[in-house]
């Protein structure tokens, strides 16, 4: 290994942050505390012993920065500190090699900036400092308590399988209804799918998450500076235990997950991803005909779906790939979790909402990206884009008058510059990965994109970081596909956003992309303003974004018509015969309960009482 190599990994070593790191962090603020004694009784009950710290980044302003704000909460057993924050921000530099030679920067309070903590109380014993006096938070009225306050009601709607699951798991491959999928998990960044088939057919070779952004604000240093780029953080390693019959239904399939990170011994999160079938309450398709005949057909919508949780920091990412009997594929992404949030002062309302006595619910948006790696009838695929324009036309029976006629407007894409579309610009309805091949009716077999997002605004690009997150820049971009560009953005990105080891932005480079294995790289998210009821916490409801890959003349006719599942009776039936309506079947196939097996869950049995970013 040659000099040059050597330095490179030391760089890249540098630039992550460890637990044992973070530890050292804590004991240098537990000491630096240990030096405003009054301060600390009079602002929040405490010596100091009773905070916990919460790691911003990234960490500083250029390369070679190792400079970190941690801001200060409240700690209460047993619910999320994050609505807790008391005021109290410091600014640690961590470069050098020698912990000893570690030291505070700064120190923020309530709107003010100090030199050290011994300076902040210096400046509150002479009566020159103005104080909001927190009471500890108990246990029972803390702000964010998810333990429920009243005694468990009657069980809700319960789905199991009359007949057992009628999809299969083998290894990491699962196959349901003419879907073969295989799953996986990156401990960086999270679930990936591989060699997706319908009907023995790949229309997807690789479908990956890739990143996850949470860039938020705040008049406080820590909210303000912070812009967590989660897959440094281990967005596969913090997929923890799923909760049976509330994270994925009592009777999923459960899957452990195995990853290696930060020591040389391989971890498991068990039951950390989960597969089941959903019964949506939605009919796929239906017609109920009340003309010249009268019938009834119709196909409940019943999917495969694939889950797994991550939970980073405070927030929780609910990824769903979802898979249709239309040989439709939909990715979903949904957050909950807490919030996160800075000390309510001064003009807080301008960055957020006030969601508690002293907590500034802080603005932020979500950005998450994906790589999707489509081979529609092959792997030489090109991009098509439809859309509609309006052309004014004479009547043709009625000459003296004219009539705005929408036509249907083509267009094949020749550059990947071209195939670049910038966030939150309007792009053609209809974009879709075509094949060389045509269908029955002469039409290219395709598949779509249908993206459902609303993201926030990207980061400027004159932002000394912003390259570093540039595949924010496009709600779509399209590339050829190359194995020097296998992932959109690096671990590494997160720690030194400056020079980063991978910039999406030059991936996109015009070359041509007729007739070539392409890969569309999808940014999906919202935009988040906190709010009273994010208290307790977050719900999916109307935080979920994500896409849709659907067939567009890929088939000759719906292929869920081959579904066993149809129903179709006519007056001329006997509706209530099983023969006739499968669904007349149901209470003698689904007459007994299910029998479900003990609840179990472990979860807690590998996680150390520390929070993994550090508390004090």
């Known amino acids: 290994m040659n000099l040059k190599t050597v330095l490179v990994l030391l760089a890249l070593a540098l630039a992550t942050i460890f637990a044992l790191e973070y530890a050292d962090i804590n004991a240098l603020i537990q000491r630096e505390l240990e030096k405003a004694p009054q301060f600390l009784a009079a602002c929040c009950e405490s010596d100091g012993t009773n905070l916990v710290t919460l790691t911003t980044a990234p960490r500083g302003f250029k390369s070679g920065d190792r400079v970190t704000w941690f801001v200060l909460f409240h700690s209460v057993a047993g619910t999320g ?26 120190v923020f309070y309530n709107g003010r900036y100090f030199a050290s903590t011994g300076d902040l109380e210096q400046e509150f014993v002479a009566g020159a400092l103005e104080v909001v006096r927190l009471k500890q938070p108990q246990a029972d009225a803390v702000l964010g308590s998810m333990k429920p306050r009243r005694p468990p009601g009657s069980p809700g709607p319960l789905q199991f399988e009359p007949q057992g699951p009628r999809y299969s798991v083998r290894n990491n491959r699962v196959t349901f209804q003419g879907w073969s999928v295989a799953f996986g998990m990156n401990p960086n960044t999270g679930p990936r799918l591989f060699d997706i088939r319908y009907r023995g057919e790949r229309i997807v070779y690789e479908l990956s998450l890739q990143e996850a952004l949470a860039l938020y604000s705040s008049n406080c240093p820590g909210g303000m500076s912070t812009r967590y780029l989660d897959g440094s953080f281990g967005i596969g390693r913090f997929a923890y235990e799923l909760i049976q019959g509330l994270d994925c239904p009592y009777t999923a399939t459960y899957v452990d997950q195995h990853y290696l990170a930060e020591t040389d011994t391989p971890k498991t999160n068990q039951n950390s991803l989960c597969i089941f079938e959903h019964d949506s309450a939605l009919p796929l398709r239906r017609h109920f005909s009340d003309s010249q005949s009268f019938y009834y057909g119709g196909l409940r919508k019943n999917t495969l779906v694939i889950r797994t949780i991550s939970t980073l920091i405070n927030y929780d990412y609910i990824w769903d790939f979802m898979f249709h009997a239309s040989g439709a594929v939909e990715v979903r992404v949904h957050a909950t979790g807490y919030i996160s949030s800075s000390f309510f002062h001064g003009q807080g309302t301008d960055y957020g909402s006030r969601v508690g006595p002293h907590t500034l619910g802080t603005m932020h948006l979500h950005h998450i990206h994906y790589k999707v790696d489509l081979d529609v009838d092959g792997q030489l695929n090109s991009l098509e884009t439809q859309d509609m324009e309006y052309q004014f ?10 009539i705005e006629r929408p036509y249907l407007r083509r267009e094949r894409l020749e550059k990947e510059d071209e195939a670049a579309f910038p966030l939150n610009v309007p792009m053609p309805r209809y974009l879709s990965f075509v094949s060389p091949n045509p269908n029955k009716w002469e039409h290219p077999r395709s598949y779509r994109i249908q993206i459902i997002s609303f993201a926030g605004k990207h980061l400027p690009t004159n932002s000394s970081m912003e390259r570093a997150v540039s595949w924010g820049r496009y709600q779509l971009a399209v590339t050829r596909r190359k194995e020097e560009e296998p992932t959109s953005t690096s671990i590494y990105n997160q720690n030194d956003p400056w020079t980063p080891t991978v910039a999406f932005a030059d991936f996109i480079n015009n070359e041509t992309i007729t007739n070539e294995d392409l890969v569309a790289w999808i940014t999906v998210g919202f935009l988040h303003v906190p709010h009273a009821e994010d208290i307790p916490n977050t719900v999916t409801v109307g935080n979920g974004v994500g896409f849709f890959l659907r067939p567009y003349n890929y088939f000759n006719e719906d292929p869920s018509v081959d579904s066993s599942d149809s129903v179709y009776f006519s007056s001329e039936q006997d509706v209530g015969a099983c023969g006739a309506n499968p669904l007349a079947c149901l209470s003698s196939a689904a007459t007994c309960a299910p029998r479900l097996p003990p609840f179990h869950f472990g979860g807690f049995l590998n996680l150390s009482l520390a929070p993994p970013l550090g508390g004090l």
């Open 81 to 106: 500190y994050y609505l807790s924050p008391v005021g109290l921000e410091v600014l640690v530099d961590h470069g050098d090699l020698h912990v000893s030679r570690w030291q505070l920067h700064k």
């Open 393 to 402: 036309v004479k009547d043709p029976w009625s000459t003296q008058n004219t």
